[in-house]
């Protein structure tokens, strides 16, 4: 059997050439659920009246706060405000912050809002993470801060972040909202991302490791940092009717607190699950040649949220969409995270120069497989062997 034959006979086998699926019915990508803790939790707030910020946001503040080994935390609406509370409560209108152009859009979209200039960073290829060296090389006399995000739940490289702060007198703003729970090592041993940086800021969107429909919240380690953030969530009110401040009402209400405090119960378990299921991933991926799996930040232990592989396209005669819409055919659903760097988003364009060229290239060949607490060895080896079989029909 000549080359060409044997690939034409593997195209073949693809379910959407009408060959047989590897899983009778898609595997479900993520499970979002509530469970029914959840729900009495929240019919307890209904039932008490107390729907306003709380006890139990409160309480959740408290729990989150030492969970992520943080001296403060203070919830709010949702995590795009968390960023906001954030960057208005360490920035001056005009600054420049630098930010990774590989990232979701409200990392940057906020400093905007808040009147702020980003400068935009690369990524390293392996972690997809911000590139502290590229970052190093962009601070000038204007640099006032960084904001980087823990993508996909993999901590940065938060030392290296840190070195480079303390030399240029930098401010630093980590975006948790895809790593809840996410820790990192080092010379004081295992530390929650909490312990770093001057502001932690944490999305609780439904789709979250701990979701609650909308929510959010800031962590911080300074007294004053903490005053200023509370002040800004709620109209910079120090007493009834005096307020120091401009301010917005960002806050949360006691029945996503409550749902939010029963999902915390359990989430150290669900998210030790999920690191399993990036293990058992790493090892199956790591046998497919031209299909990669994410690196590592060293030290790091990642929260999971997503599970981004990348493509060698050079190994395939097909574009990433070519390949993911095959896998999606024999049961495998895959998303995008994302089909575009921030460069190349409209709303930024006048603050574009240039287009780092590791974001640019990640756009084209990041896939993300399911990914969530429930996955089991077993369906993740078929979900290995579905993208093996893919790779196999596509490979040069």
């Given at each position: 059997m000549t080359q060409a034959t044997a690939s034409h006979t593997r195209a073949q086998n693809l379910a959407q050439n009408g060959g047989t699926p590897v899983f009778d019915s898609p595997v479900a990508f993520m499970r979002p659920q509530l469970q029914p803790q959840d729900v009495e939790a929240a019919h307890e707030v209904l039932k008490s009246g107390m729907l306003r910020a709380a006890g139990m946001c409160g309480e959740l503040e408290t729990r989150f706060a030492q969970a992520s080994q943080a001296k403060h935390a203070l919830t709010c609406a949702n995590g795009t405000c968390a960023l906001q509370l954030a960057y208005g409560s360490l920035f001056e209108r005009g600054d420049e912050v630098?930010?990774?152009?590989?990232?979701?859009?409200?990392?940057?979209?906020?400093?905007?809002?808040?009147?702020?200039?980003?400068?935009?960073?690369?990524?390293?290829?392996?972690?997809?993470?911000?590139?502290?060296?590229?970052?190093?090389?962009?601070?000038?006399?204007?640099?006032?801060?960084?904001?980087?995000?823990?993508?996909?739940?993999?901590?940065?490289?938060?030392?290296?972040?840190?070195?480079?702060?303390e030399a240029n007198n930098l401010k630093v703003v980590y975006d948790c909202a895809q790593s809840h729970l996410a820790t990192?090592?080092?010379?004081?041993?295992?530390?929650?991302?909490?312990?770093?940086g001057d502001?932690?800021?944490?999305?609780?969107?439904?789709?979250?490791?701990?979701?609650?429909?909308?929510?959010?919240i800031v962590t911080v380690n300074d007294d004053t940092l903490a005053h200023d953030v509370a002040l800004l969530r709620s109209h910079g009110e120090t007493d009834k009717y005096l307020h120091e401040r401009i301010g917005f009402n960002y806050r949360m209400n006691d029945i996503t607190g409550a749902i939010g405090c029963?999902?915390?119960?359990?989430?150290?378990?669900?998210?030790?699950?999920?690191?399993a299921a990036a293990d058992q991933y790493d090892k199956v991926l790591g046998e497919i040649d031209g299909v990669i799996p994410p690196g590592r930040t060293k030290g790091a232990d990642s929260a999971w949220h997503l599970y981004t592989a990348k493509l060698d396209l050079d190994q395939f005669d097909c574009d990433r969409d070519s390949f993911t819409k095959a896998l999606n055919a024999e049961g495998v659903p895959t998303a995008v995270h994302y089909p575009r760097s921030l460069t190349h988003q409209p709303a930024f364009k006048e603050y574009v120069t240039d287009?780092?060229?590791?974001?640019?290239?990640?756009?084209?060949?990041?896939?993300?497989?399911?990914?969530?607490?429930?996955?089991?060895?077993?369906?993740?080896?078929?979900?290995?062997?579905?993208?093996?079989?893919?790779?196999?029909?596509?490979?040069?």
């Open positions: 630098l930010v990774p152009a590989w990232t979701y859009i409200a990392t940057a979209s906020m400093l905007v809002a808040a009147g702020l200039k980003p400068v935009w960073v690369d990524s390293l290829e392996d972690t997809m993470q911000i590139d502290v060296a590229d970052a190093a090389k962009k601070v000038t006399s204007k640099t006032k801060g960084i904001a980087a995000t823990h993508l996909y739940g993999m901590p940065v490289d938060v030392h290296a972040i840190s070195e480079l702060a990192v090592g080092g010379p004081n041993g295992t530390q929650g991302i909490g312990t770093f502001a932690c800021t944490y999305s609780f969107y439904a789709t979250k490791n701990l979701g609650t429909g909308e929510g959010g029963s999902r915390l119960d359990r989430l150290l378990d669900e998210t030790n699950a999920r690191r287009h780092p060229p590791v974001a640019e290239a990640l756009a084209s060949k990041v896939f993300c497989l399911p990914m969530h607490h429930e996955l089991d060895g077993a369906t993740i080896d078929r979900i290995g062997e579905a993208v093996a079989k893919v790779a196999a029909a596509y490979r040069r």
